[in-house]
């Protein structure tokens, strides 16, 4: 199978940067990154996601030229303008989240690593240089970019090279949380589940992505029973994501990316190999089980040939380094019986992640808002885009036969 290939950066729109984006601010990060001799001269601010890329924050590239002539690249993630998801996840503490993340969990995540194995683990993620709330809320990161760090193809989905980098690191990220949520057991109540905190526009948001669904199948000769099962399964589907996104008693927790999907994550290259992995977006972190994450990136991330053939092989492999890791840790990991069990439990939370595949495979992007706002027609007609029809039969065949779809 072809892996997949490089992305190019994408082109950015043309809206100007934010005031608050400026040189004062990028000076900051600089001295907490460890420079406090250089003196920023100008700053270059750019947009390095396209349209359709990125459906709740604004991100900014901005490229300082210093007094002595050298050049330091930085990541801001600021408010997205008017954006429906945003507000949607308002009550999820979403930016609060993050900060939290990358500011304080990951790195003690790391030095766990660190200390089990020195020099032996990457990076989790980009490092975070500063934040703060005024005059907006605000993240200044590292830019991996410089690095050889790019986006994978979103519409053509990862490869198994890329599938077994991202699930190795995951395993790793999962094994360090749970290393830290022992010592740490009040993060269970700081990083609760934020489906509980989701607002009432996420829920017809999502319900209008099942109605897409509903509506395309019913057209479809033999998915009648998938359409039905569909049609009841929107009124309950909210409750039952919020629910399967609980921690459970006596259970092995961790803490989980929450959103772990192909474009929030990415990947450098060494001649032409994929070589290494970072993760981003951590807004929706929470405590829960490792399935979650698990299969949220199995539906989302895979070309069509790895979901089909290789999704066992890959929580095998996900079994062995989360097991290495662990083990390294001086803890146990839970059996491959044991996890295959908790992924078949949450199954059902794939469904989200399947109602999505419209907007994941949609040529410039859909009208995200529009669907938060209860119109949902711009969904049917890419269910009916060749490559999404076919892995949407497919796979509503596997779900009515796992039970994952109720009848």
Not at 247 to 259: L, S, W
Not at 309 to 331: F, P, S
């Amino acid at each position: 199978m072809v892996e997949t290939k490089q992305a190019q950066e994408p082109q950015g729109d043309s809206r100007p940067p934010p005031s608050w984006l400026n040189k004062e601010l990028i000076q900051q990060a600089l001295r907490n990154a460890g420079d406090s001799n250089s003196q920023v001269e100008t700053i270059d601010v750019s947009v390095p996601v396209a349209a359709g890329d990125n459906y709740g924050s604004s991100i900014y590239r901005a490229k300082a030229t210093l007094t002595d002539g050298q050049e330091r690249s930085f990541i801001i993630k600021g408010p997205a303008a008017g954006a429906a998801l945003s507000s949607a996840t308002t009550e999820g503490r979403t930016f609060e989240r993050e900060v939290t993340m990358l500011a304080q969990v990951i790195p003690q995540m790391e030095a766990l690593l660190e200390e089990a194995a020195p020099g032996r683990f990457p990076p989790l993620a980009p490092r975070c240089y500063h934040h703060g709330t005024s005059p907006v809320e605000f993240l200044v990161m590292e830019d991996l970019a410089p690095s050889g760090f790019k986006l994978a193809d979103r519409k053509r989905g990862l490869g198994l090279r890329h599938s077994l980098l991202a699930l190795r690191s995951l395993a790793r990220f999962h094994a360090a949380s749970h290393a830290l949520l022992r010592r740490q057991p009040e993060l269970v109540e700081k990083l609760d589940n934020t489906w509980r905190a989701i607002d009432k526009s996420m829920r017809v948001f999502v319900k209008g992505q099942i109605q897409g669904a509903v509506e395309a199948t019913r057209s479809w000769p033999g998915f009648e029973e998938c359409a039905d099962r569909l049609e009841k399964f929107k009124d309950v589907a909210m409750d039952m994501f919020a629910q399967l996104n609980d921690p459970k008693d006596g259970a092995f927790n961790v803490i989980t990316h929450g959103d772990y999907w192909m474009n929030n994550m990415m990947f450098c290259y060494e001649d032409g190999e994929v070589k290494g992995h970072r993760a981003l977006d951590l807004q929706i972190a929470h405590v829960a089980s490792p399935a979650i994450d698990l299969v949220y990136f199995l539906t989302s991330s895979l070309n069509d040939h790895i979901h089909e053939h290789h999704q066992d092989l890959l929580l095998r492999e996900y079994h062995c380094e989360l097991k290495e890791t662990m083990e390294l840790l001086g803890l146990q990991a839970p059996s491959l019986e044991a996890l295959l069990s908790a992924v078949d439990v949450h199954g059902p939370f794939s469904l989200f992640l399947a109602m999505a595949r419209p907007i994941l495979k949609a040529e410039h992007g859909l009208d995200v808002n529009a669907i938060f706002s209860g119109d949902h027609s711009c969904l049917v007609p890419v269910y009916e885009l060749p490559e999404v029809k076919t892995w949407m039969q497919r796979i509503l065949r596997d779900y009515v036969r796992t039970g994952w779809l109720p009848a």
